[in-house]
């Protein structure tokens, strides 16, 4: 089945990074279109960043210049590279394909963002 093994999330300050590291697997993961995804309390879930089979790339307006989406296609891995993260970047970040499988959400990884 369908599944994905988000890692790489803590508490950093404000200004810090993050590199955001998610295993997929049940699927043929090089023909699919991936995206991280982040969910906030009370916040309904966005797509920040999504990469195609060939590599372009698409981000929110929100994180533009300051997050990078990357694939590994040999080891069915998307990172989530995050920098100059700020607080109302907190939340529980998770991978899956663009668009979303259903019932294939991994835990997620939370990212804390504060002083």
């Known amino acids: 089945q369908v599944q994905f093994v988000e890692s790489g999330g803590g508490s950093v300050q404000p200004g810090g990074s993050l590199r955001l590291s998610c295993v997929a697997s049940?699927?043929?993961?090089?023909?699919?279109?991936l995206g991280w995804y982040r969910q906030a309390p009370g916040k309904q879930r966005e797509l920040v960043a999504s990469i195609s089979t060939f590599g372009n790339t698409k981000d929110a307006d929100s994180v533009k210049g300051r997050f990078t989406i990357s694939r590994d296609n040999t080891i069915n891995t998307v990172y989530l590279q995050m920098n100059s993260l700020k607080p109302e970047d907190a939340a529980v970040y998770h991978c899956n394909r663009v668009p979303p499988t259903t019932g294939s959400w991994g835990q997620g990884t939370q990212v804390t963002v504060s002083s």
């Open positions: 049940g699927f043929a993961f090089t023909n699919y279109v």
